[in-house]
């Protein structure tokens, strides 16, 4: 099949077969139909140019999709707040919920991301920076390093020590709500 074809044709052939490759190798269900979404975005983004590089779309598509898996894993382990520390994953999901959520849950949210502020203030202003830029923003730290010239090493360690620095005080924080009981 050529790119000439009809992409909802390209996509009704392909699609079932990405789809459980990809579920292969994430976890949840949602996870692999975002990536298999982005893979025939990047599909359609190509195709729609004059000229087209795709010999066989088959492979193209394997291999976009192979990329989208890796990237995705990537940003994945970037993420400070997705770790097998209980703690983490209880700020985490406060720090995340939704305002229709229970009136104690939004003020709760709201006092952590009052008690966060204060944690990166804490923080050198190149460590806040690299993790804000990261985590709030989104950035891969390859852009960061690109955009300002500093090595990704260095930002990486910048990026480590803001989040072991908020991982101690999100600890003491959680001692001091759990002994207020």
């Not at 390209?10 to 699609?15: D, G, R, V």
């Not at 599909?43 to 140019?49: H, I, N, Q, Y």
């Not at 804000?132 to 390859?142: E, N, S, W």
Request: glycine residues 2%; aromatic residues 12%.
């Amino acid at each position: 099949m050529s790119l000439n074809d009809n992409i909802e044709d390209i996509f009704a052939e392909y699609s079932p077969h990405l789809l459980s490759y990809i579920r292969q190798r994430v976890h949840s269900r949602e996870d692999a139909e975002d990536i298999l979404q982005d893979v025939f975005y990047q599909l359609a983004r190509v195709s729609s140019g004059e000229e087209s590089d795709i010999v066989r779309v088959s492979s193209w598509l394997y291999r976009v999709a192979r990329n989208a898996v890796l990237n995705f894993w990537r940003k994945k382990r970037e993420l400070p707040f997705t770790t097998a520390d209980p703690v983490f994953e209880d700020f985490a999901q406060t720090l995340f919920c939704s305002p229709q959520d229970a009136p104690d849950t939004v003020l709760l949210r709201k006092l952590v991301w009052q008690e966060l502020d204060i944690f990166l203030s804490e923080l050198p202003p190149e460590q806040r920076e690299v993790f804000c830029l990261t985590v709030f923003d989104g950035m891969a730290i390859k852009d960061i390093a690109s955009a300002t010239g500093i090595p990704e090493p260095t930002l990486l360690s910048r990026k480590h020590y803001a989040v072991k620095h908020l991982r101690r005080r999100f600890h003491d924080l959680y001692g001091e709500l759990i002994s207020k009981d």
